[in-house]
């Protein structure tokens, strides 16, 4: 049951450590954003062509889909663990059925805390 714990704190450590990144990426100065900019004369007219290239947002998005993806990955190995423990404690002793959905539950949040996180940094690069 400790081994559950661990892990279970260790993908909460992520999903934060991810938000952090992602918040920091968000939040960034545009001082590294390149503009280049050309102007390219036709036989007409003139054409303005722009070429942006912003790091952060590029950054924002990674850690927006990590911070998805990890946490998904580890509320399912949360879930593997606590599922099959809690349904054994519970065709022992149905009084444990409270606890065992608390723990099943738990792990079940890692994800949606991964997924709101990764909504909040995505809402701040838009």
Do not use: Q, W
Not at 3 to 19: E, G, P, Q
């Amino acid at each position: 049951m400790k081994t559950n714990i661990r892990k279970l704190i260790a993908c909460m450590l992520v999903v934060f450590a991810l938000s952090c990144f992602g918040a920091a990426a968000a939040y960034a100065d545009n001082a590294d954003t390149a503009d280049t900019t050309a102007v390219t004369e036709t036989a007409d007219e003139e054409t303005l062509v722009t070429n942006d290239h912003n790091t952060s947002l590029s950054i924002g998005l990674v850690a927006a889909a990590l911070a998805t993806g990890l946490a998904g990955i580890g509320g399912g190995i949360a879930v593997a663990a606590g599922a099959p423990a809690a349904i054994a404690a519970n065709s022992e002793n149905p009084k444990t059925f409270g606890k065992s959905l608390i723990f099943v539950a738990l792990g079940e949040s890692i994800a949606l805390y991964g997924l709101v996180i990764s909504i909040m940094i995505l809402s701040k690069l838009v």
